[in-house]
């Protein structure tokens, strides 16, 4: 989609480092991170949010839990564990309107950390 900024990420536009990446989708480090681990997994597709998920998506969803362990395990938090989570809409503090799972860890999370 065109001025989306993950869209550019994704067709190479606008470069961004990236963690781990597979065939419909790639990790990179949040540049706000909110841990000592905050990677985000963003499907290679436009989808705006998670409301917007239809069953066609499937193999996009799958493929971004796949890439998600990955990214854990080479951000070293796969056997400590870590948390995943798709922020919806303002009130979410949504920033980037293309869907992104937050993979989030390297400390203690509490209940809403
Ligand atoms: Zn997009």
Redesign the pocket.
């Known amino acids: ?1 065109s001025g ?1 900024l ?2 550019g990420m994704a067709s190479g536009d606008v470069p961004a480092e990236r963690i781990a990446a597979n065939e419909r989708a790639f990790a990179i480090r949040d540049i706000n991170p909110r841990a000592p681990v905050h990677a985000l997994i963003i499907p290679t597709i ?1 989808i705006a949010d998670a409301r917007e998920i239809e069953a066609e998506h499937a193999a996009t969803l799958a493929a971004m839990f796949a890439l998600a362990g990955e990214t854990a395990r080479r951000e070293g938090v796969l056997e400590s564990g870590y948390r995943l989570a798709f922020n919806v809409g303002d009130d979410a503090g949504m920033t980037v309107s ?1 869907l992104h799972l937050h993979l989030i860890g390297g400390r203690l999370l509490g209940p809403e950390g």
């Open positions: 989609m989306c993950f869209c436009h293309h």
